[in-house]
């Protein structure tokens, strides 16, 4: 009886938990997975109605969503890389820094640490086409003789935005490889250093197969962030000109908040989460495959 009582105590304590975690995760992902099955929105009196699989079928046929996708695609494929590649640079220069080493870590985690909409802010005044910093400097250095448009213009404003995510989050991207770099034993690369292993070696068969794990937990942490970017845009371009910035994040926004279309939005969410996961998956095997090969 006392056991039974102790584990009737205890499974109280998890009670509040537990009921926060349905009313915040729980139960919004039922709403909108319902939600993308019927219609509701202005045309129907915001009375719904069972739509079956038609929210998704239209997906299909919507050149819009596509286009919305294609703009995500890239931008993620563009800025993941960057934040790769610059995260990845700085983690290694991070780690052979001798003095005021805790001052650079400090220095470049200061990005990731504000929030995304006074990012998007300090980059609009940048990017501005009269004022902005950019373009004074291009002037004065002759590369350009008249102001450009940076967020008016459809490659430009892609560029711009890709630029701004960049620079606010790669430092999590450095974070997480110091700290796989930190984790490799030293004992590694001075045995590797008496077999006359050079600097693409020690790279190459102590370091990167080490960083593994680390590179996947960075990297599809970044990918669902930039897959599903939304304030950036918003802030910055709201998704133009002509759409040309408009991520599937924005566009699924819009279909809420200014169409009312309940249903549809509800799909478009789904078919994002569906995406991601795929990726996630994909991801997952790939660089699996690739640990046990170097194993």
Do not use: C
């Amino acid at each position: 009886m006392r056991d039974l009582s102790a584990r009737i105590k205890s499974g109280l304590w998890f009670a509040p938990a537990a009921v926060l975690v349905l009313l915040v995760f729980v139960y919004p992902i039922v709403r909108t997975v319902s939600l993308s099955f019927i219609h509701l929105n202005l045309s129907t009196g915001f009375q719904p109605q069972f739509a079956g699989l038609d929210n998704f079928a239209r997906l299909i046929s919507d050149s819009r969503f596509f286009g919305s996708l294609r703009v995500t695609a890239l931008f993620t494929v563009a800025s993941v890389a960057l934040e790769f590649l610059f995260g990845l640079l700085a983690a290694l220069a991070a780690e052979k820094i001798g003095r005021g080493k805790r001052t650079a870590r400090t220095l470049l985690l200061i990005p990731w640490t504000l929030p995304t909409a006074i990012i998007a802010v300090l980059w609009l005044w940048i990017f501005n086409d009269q004022y902005g910093f950019i373009n004074a400097i291009l002037a004065r250095l002759g590369v350009i003789d008249s102001p450009i448009a940076w967020l008016g213009r459809p490659h430009t404003a892609l560029l711009s935005i890709t630029m701004a995510d960049v620079w606010k989050a790669f430092p999590f991207v450095y974070i997480v490889l110091l700290a796989g770099l930190q984790s490799i034993p030293r004992e590694m690369y001075e045995a590797m250093d008496v077999d006359g292993g050079n600097a693409w070696h020690k790279f190459r068969y102590i370091t990167l197969p080490h960083l593994l794990p680390f590179i996947f937990l960075a990297l599809i942490f970044r990918i669902v962030q930039a897959f599903a970017v939304f304030d950036l845009v918003y802030v910055l371009t709201g998704g133009g000109p002509g759409g040309a910035t408009e991520t599937i994040s924005v566009y699924g926004y819009y279909t809420f908040m200014r169409y009312l279309d309940f249903g549809y939005g509800a799909a478009l969410v789904v078919s994002i989460v569906l995406i991601l996961a795929l990726i996630a998956w994909i991801l997952y095997s790939l660089l699996l495959r690739k640990y046990e090969m170097a194993r």
